[in-house]
C-alpha cells in the first residue's frame, strides 16, 4: 500500500509537471485531523476512521467507558488521497474514472472499521480484557476502500459509471445535512447505519454498482442496479436506488428510494465466531430506505435544511446457513464472518425493525471567513424488539422503542480556499424502553450504564 501511494504521488506530480494544462488525471486530497475529548469512550483505535466512536452506544453502554483525551482523523472530511480523470472521446463523449483511498491521519494507516471490530473482539484471547473504539463500516481496508469506478460522461446524456460508488443516500445527505455532513459532528455522517447505509453500514459505498445520474434542466435524475454476483440467484445481494430532485435558485428539494438484498452488517467477534475459526460476526438483511431532503438559502449568509429518512430491516431473501441457527462462515473483507440471517420470528414481536432519521439545521456566516453551523437530529427506533430472550409481552411494551437525540454545533473558519480550522462540539442521549429497561440486556437488567455522551474538537484541515 505504501508502494501504491508512492506511485500514485509520483505519477501525479510527473504528469501535471509535464502536462500542466492537459493532465489525464489529477491527484487530489483532503487532510484532516484534530484533538478530541469524549466523556464516554473506549481506547481510541488506529483502524477506525474516526480513532474515536462520537456514536459510542457501546461505550454509552458499558460500565468500562470513561472519557478520553485523543487525536482524531476526520473531524469534517475524512483524509483521503485519490485519483482522477477523464479522456475526451467522439460525439462530446468522454471516458471518466475515480479511484480513491480513506486513511487515517494521526497513524499513517487505512482506514479499516471492521479490523477495530477484530480488535474489540472480547472473545479472542489477550484482547478479553481490553475495550477499543470500534464499529463496521464501507471502510474496511480495501486498496481503494472509498470509492473505485469507471464510466462514460455525456453533458448530454448524463454519465453511466461501472464498480464501487456512494450510494444517492450518501449524495443527498453529504449536501443538505446542516453541519457539513462533518464525521465527528454528524450522527448521519459518521454512522452510515444512520445515514449513508439505509440501516447497514457497508452498503454506504455499493460494490458492483451500475449507477446512472443525469440533469433534465433543474431536476436531477439518478437510478442504480448493484449485480449480485451469484451463480443461479440474481436476487441474491441485489439493489436497487432511485434518486428524483429539484435544485434551482435558493431551493433544493431530493427525494430517493434504495432496497438491498442481504445486506450485511458486520459486529465483534463471539464464543460461536470464534470457534468457527471467524473473526467477525455478521447479521444479513433486506433493508429498504427512502428520504426526503430540503434545504433553502435565506440569504448570502444564512442556510437552512430539514430532512427525514425511515427504513426497514427484514428476513434476508437469501441465506446459506443450516442447523437450528441457521448460520455460515464466509469471507467478508478478507477476513471470516460469522453470518446469520436476521429473523422476525426470532424477536418475539414478529416485526421488522423499523427506524426513523429526522435531522433540521442551518448556519450562518458570522464574519467574511467564518461559518457557524447547528444541527438536531432525532433517531427513533419503532417497535425495535430485542432478541430472542425477550419474548413476553411484557418485555416487549417495556424495551420496544427507543430515542437517539443528537446536537451538533461547528465553527468553522477558512484561511485559504483549502485551509480551514474548526472547532465542533456534539451531545447524544439516549431515552425509552430500548435503552432504560433492559433493551438489548439478554439478562433484562437495568440497561445502559449511561444514558449521554459529548464530543469536544479542534481540528485543521487541507484541500488540494
Known sequence: ???LLAIMFSIGFMAVAAHAEDAPFTIYGVLDAGVGYETRSLNADPNLMGTINPNANSAIKSANSTDILAMFNGGISGSRLGVKGSEALEGGWKFVFQLET???????QISDNEQSLVNNNPNNGANQNIGSANANSSLAGQLFNRQAWIGMSSDSFGTLSFGRSYNFIFDVLSKYDPVQYAQMFSTVSFAGTFGGGAGVSEDTRVDDNIKYVTKLGDMNLG???KVGNMAGSTAYNQGWQFNLGYEAGDLGVQALYEQHNDAIKTGNGTTASVASGASLTGTAYNTRDWLVAVKYKVNDDAKVSVGYQYYTL???TDYFGTGPTKTWVTSLFNRQALITPYSTASTGGGNDQN??????????????????????YAIDFFGYTNGATD?????????SEGFQTYYSL????????????????????????????????ASG????????DATYGVGLRHKF
Open 355 to 376: 427506524i426513523g432519521v429526522f435531522f433540521l439545521g442551518g448556519s450562518y456566516n458570522v464574519g467574511e471567513k467564518t461559518n457557524l453551523a447547528v444541527g438536531y
Open 410 to 441: 461547528l465553527l468553522d473558519h477558512n484561511y485559504s480556499k483549502n485551509t480551514d480550522a474548526y472547532l465542533g462540539i456534539m451531545f447524544v442521549n439516549l431515552s425509552g424502553g430500548l435503552y432504560t429497561n433492559g433493551g438489548n440486556s
Open 102 to 108: 480513506g486513511f487515517n491521519l494521526p497513524n499513517g
Open 223 to 225: 437510478m442504480a442496479y
Open 1 to 3: 500500500m505504501k508502494k
Open 445 to 452: 437488567g437495568s440497561g445502559y450504564t449511561n444514558l449521554d
Open 314 to 316: 427484514s428476513t434476508p
Open 391 to 399: 419474548t413476553t409481552a411484557a418485555k416487549q411494551t417495556a424495551t
